[in-house]
């Protein structure tokens, strides 16, 4: 987004992003109710502590978190802040793990550090890239993943929570018909994603966790045994 903003400032050609963690902090807009100029879109809510609450609700359990991230990507960093935030409200400890590459995780996955409780992913693209590797270890020894997009439980994890990719498209394609439709982008009000929440049964019988029916019925996405 910041490429296409800088690209664009002479032309002001419209731009709609979508997700953003936070496009104040990188600089995107300075108002999200009227972000000016030639964008504006759609940004994620931080939800890192309701995620870890959805964890200890899975799991009472649980003491230690590990967070893998790249502190220099933006996106990540900014997630293991919220994260640990968050774990000092639960008071638990969050073990964090830097992956600047792939031969990084690589390494974390072959040398996994015992007595962890959850995997916490972070709103980390090239993390996100090897959910089934993370998963695979996370059923291995029977410990919860969890990220910050629905589509996790998808992927292996116990459970996911946040935006859902699909969603999050309507609402973008719903700004871009408003600015086709002769509306400045700088006068729509950047929009916040829904989050959603994903859960996967046979990842969750692998764990050794019996999901009450009350959490499943507020499931988006309820993955079922039966359905492999």
Known sequence: TQAAKAASEKQQIPIIFGPINNPIDAGIVSDLKRPGKNIT??????????????????????????IPYNPTDASSNHSYVKAKE?????GLELVPHQVK???????????????????????DAMVMTRAEDFAAIANKRQIILTGTRLEMAQRGALFGFGFDGFELGRQAARLADQVLQGIPPGDLPVETAEDYLSINLNTAVNAGIKVPEHILRQAHIVIRPEQN
């Open 41 to 66: 879109g759609v940004m994620l809510t931080d939800s890192t502590a309701k995620q870890i609450e959805w964890a200890l609700r899975f799991s009472p359990k649980i003491k230690r978190i590990l």
């Open 86 to 90: 968050a774990v000092k409200l639960f």
């Open 101 to 123: 590459s792939q031969s990084d995780i690589d390494k974390l996955l072959s040398t996994f550090p015992k007595n962890i409780d959850l995997i916490f992913f972070p709103r």
